[in-house]
């Protein structure tokens, strides 16, 4: 069974940039069957989808993100990241990285000075 875990800093400060890994275990990131995605679930809202990087290394964004958000890979950790660049108040959220139908348990993030 495939299995996700998020980790990264809880606290960041505003216009900083904020790193997040998502170590998977059994599957594989090149695995073209996954398909795998960051989504963030802000206090009080909805699951917001922020983007995804596929078996080949292609990657997709949200269009409303797209202009602060990368993800990208390392292959030999079998690991997924998502970087968000100066980040505001308005990132505060859980972070989820996902496979297809498998999720992470999430990583609570706050943006504060």
């Known amino acids: 069974q495939v299995q996700l875990q998020e980790s990264g800093p809880g606290l960041v400060k505003p216009s900083q940039t904020l790193s997040l890994t998502c170590t998977v275990s059994?599957?594989?990131?090149?695995?073209?069957?996954?398909?795998w995605s960051w989504i963030r679930q802000p206090p009080g809202k909805g699951l917001e989808w922020i983007g995804a990087i596929r078996s080949d290394g292609s990657t997709e964004y949200s269009p409303s993100l797209k202009s602060h958000t990368s993800i990208f890979r390392d292959t030999s950790k079998n690991q997924f990241s998502l970087q968000l660049i100066s980040v505001t108040p308005e990132d505060r959220a859980v972070y989820y990285c996902?496979?297809?139908?498998?999720w992470g348990q999430g990583t609570q993030v706050t943006v504060s000075s």
């Open positions: 996902t496979g297809c139908d498998y």
């Open positions: 059994g599957g594989g990131i090149t695995d073209s069957v996954y398909y």
